[in-house]
């Protein structure tokens, strides 16, 4: 066999074992996708869960009415306006930035682009105002009784259901098939790398 035709038939060789390893993979990934759904189907249809998925939209709701409501109650307030008017005027501060740096380079892509001083001033300052915003309405919330109350409900809930995921997550990550499928899969992907690795010398 001349050097030629045993470089070509090293390089079909080679295609076909990358071809079975990504067949591997595949495989793999699909055993471990199965599994991932069977957990999930299980803790899901547990009455824990399901009890804390409510409690947890329950919470949410009611935390945003009485949100909504402590909102609607700083409307009037002039000072809350003039930092809304800063706001408002911060992020026309932003734009303009951003087309004045546009304009430098009018054939540049805007992601490649480094933000000039002007634009990370007006986006700090923009950021500031936001801040000052949030913390007057985060202030006026806690400040209120009722809406106080619904945040640390929602806020217990959150937590709960963290924890909750947290124990789903460490259930699937002991459950016998999803722990062979990912080793399956870990295998399958060294082999991958390995012939791919054969196939470009």
């Known amino acids: 066999m001349t050097a030629g035709l045993a470089t070509a038939q090293n390089r079909t060789n080679n295609n076909a074992a990358v071809a079975a390893a990504r067949g591997q993979v595949q495989r793999a990934q699909q055993l471990l996708n199965v599994a991932q759904l069977r957990v999930e189907a299980t803790w899901k249809a547990d009455p824990n869960y399901l009890a804390t998925v409510k409690e947890q939209e329950e919470a949410r709701r009611a935390f945003n009415i009485e949100r909504d409501r402590v909102i609607d109650s700083l409307r009037g307030n002039p000072e809350i306006a003039d930092m809304k008017k800063s706001f408002d005027e911060a992020d ?110």
């Open 92 to 201: 026309v501060d932003v734009r303009e930035a951003q087309q004045s740096a546009s304009a430098t380079q009018p054939n540049a892509r805007p992601d490649t682009l480094a933000p000039t001083t002007a634009q990370v001033s007006a986006a700090q300052d923009k950021l500031n105002h936001k801040m000052q915003l949030r913390k007057v309405v985060t202030d006026a919330i806690l400040a209120d009784p009722a809406a106080a109350r619904a945040k640390a409900r929602l806020d217990k809930a959150n937590v709960e259901m963290q924890a909750m995921t947290l124990q789903h997550k460490a259930v699937l990550l002991n459950d016998p098939d999803y722990k062979s499928a990912l080793d399956q899969l870990t295998q399958a992907r060294a082999q991958l790398t390995e012939a791919a690795g054969n196939n470009n010398p």
